[in-house]
């Protein structure tokens, strides 16, 4: 039985004042989400038209998961996000997917490409998981070949944090006996006037 693979993009829909808010504090509310928007599109629209995956985009508030985004590609799924912190919400959609390894990422990685993915599906061909760390402790791509799944991957983690990687891998070791945990390349996310002036410069 073949089994898909699937890239689930996590996302909050593009409304004025309730995205980028570090960016905001210097920019503005309007230009934050013109940045916003500039990232989703150089995410969303080459890694959905690729066949290799099938791709879904898990919009927050749950209301706006159909309207959000409206030019996004006809090929990209939908899903509300639903309830609860950060990791309850991963934590549902990992386990309601049907079969297959997944792989998650967010809209704000300028540097996020179809090969980086396709590395990262490559992987847990024989991994268990697979990590791309960020500077800040944290992650820009997480993803599970759920051979077994991992009931509480998401479980009490200290989001946002230099300890967000470290409670992760916590996870799951405690759920499977000497894993197999493939670590990508560090990439930086744009969320702030500082990363985002980098990446200008860039």
Do not use: C
Not at 28 to 42: C, F, P, T
Not at 48 to 73: E, I, K, M, N, V
């Amino acid at each position: 039985m073949s089994l898909t693979n699937h890239l689930v993009i996590f996302a909050k829909a593009p409304r004025l004042g309730t995205v980028k808010s570090r960016l905001a504090a210097d920019l503005g509310d309007v230009e934050a989400l013109r940045i916003y928007r500039q990232l989703a599109a150089q995410t969303m629209r080459p890694l959905s038209r690729d066949p290799r995956w099938q791709t879904t985009l898990a919009l927050t508030p749950d209301r706006h998961a159909l309207s959000g985004f409206r030019w996004s590609s006809p090929k990209l799924g939908r899903l509300a996000q639903g309830g609860g912190d950060l990791g309850a919400r991963l934590g549902r959609i990992y386990r309601d997917l049907s079969a297959g390894p997944v792989v998650f990422i967010g809209t704000d990685l300028p540097d996020i490409n179809t090969e980086k993915v396709a590395r990262a599906f490559k992987a847990l061909g024989h991994h268990d998981a697979v990590i791309g760390p960020a500077n800040d402790g944290g992650y820009w791509l997480i993803g599970f070949r759920r051979r077994p799944k991992i009931a509480t991957a998401f479980d009490n983690i200290r989001w946002s944090s230099e300890h967000t990687m470290a409670d992760t891998i916590r996870n799951i070791k405690s759920e499977i006996q000497h894993p197999q945990i493939k670590m990508l390349e560090q990439l930086d996310d744009i969320d702030d006037i500082e990363s985002y002036r980098k990446w200008q410069s860039r």
